[in-house]
Antibody
Framework: QVQLVQSGIEVKRPGASVKISCLGSGYVFTNYVIHWMRQARGQSLEWVGSVNCNTGATRYSYHFQGRVTMTTDTSASTAYMELSSLTFEDTAVYYC??????????WGQGTLVTVSS | DVQLTQSPSFLSASVGDKVTITCRAS??????LAWYRQRPGKAPELLIH???TLQSGVPSRFSGSRSGTEFTLAISGLQPEDFATYYCQQFNTYPFTFGPGTKVDI
């Protein structure tokens, strides 16, 4: 069955970077785009960006002002999101999701990133 | 950015009730709208895509519709697992955006 499994909880200092992974299984990894979203506690979801797992092409939300980098390792069926220059406002649960076309049909379980001094 | 507003923000209901949630877009998004259910502590689950297509495996008590820039999610016969927060999301224009959510509570 299709699964997206994300890496574990992260605690970072302000100014640091965090890199989260998303391992896809049960489907052909390179046939899809992976999107990343985040959700602060008690808030709605925010789209961060996407990576085409076949071509590596990326598209980022301008809200992240060049702080985000999305990559893939097709040999490991894994997508990555790295966010730099962390601030307290980056504390959130980060999700990856698969996009077959205009929908996010499978989601990872979420990765809590806490930015704390 | 395309702004999505949802109403109501909060809805109180009982098992077996029919409820409707509305999502309005700030501009034309064609039918590129999806609906998700999110239970506490869990990832969102896809219910409806392209405004009215039921995702495979989702119960038929969920339905979606569109009228211009207004979209509706209907749940007929609420089940205990439906007490959750519902989000709409648009795929028409980057950056993709989500509505603020509607919490359905007992």
């Amino acid at each position: 069955q299709v699964q997206l499994v994300q890496s574990g909880i992260e605690v970072k200092r302000p100014g640091a970077s965090v890199k989260i992974s998303c391992l896809g299984s049960g489907y052909v990894f390179t046939n899809y785009v992976i999107h990343w979203m985040r959700q602060a506690r008690g808030q709605s979801l925010e789209w961060v960006g996407s990576v085409n797992c076949n071509t590596g092409a990326t598209r980022y939300s301008y809200h992240f002002q060049g702080r985000v980098t999305m990559t893939t390792d097709t040999s490991a069926s894994t997508a990555y999101m790295e966010l730099s220059s962390l601030t307290f406002e980056d504390t959130a649960v980060y999700y990856c999701a698969r996009d077959p076309s205009a929908k996010f049909d499978y989601w990872g379980q979420g990765t809590l990133v806490t930015v704390s001094s | 950015d395309v702004q999505l507003t949802q109403s109501p923000s909060f809805l109180s209901a009982s098992v077996g009730d029919k409820v409707t949630i509305t999502c309005r877009a700030s501009q034309d998004i064609n039918s590129y709208l999806a609906w998700y259910r999110q239970r506490p502590g869990k990832a969102p689950e896809l219910l409806i895509h392209v405004a009215s297509t039921l995702q495979s495996g989702v119960p038929s008590r969920f339905s979606g519709s569109r009228s211009g820039t207004e979209f509706t999610l209907a749940i007929s016969g609420l089940q205990p697992e439906d007490f959750a927060t519902y989000y709409c999301q648009q795929f028409n224009t980057y950056p993709f955006t989500f509505g603020p959510g509607t919490k359905v509570d007992i």
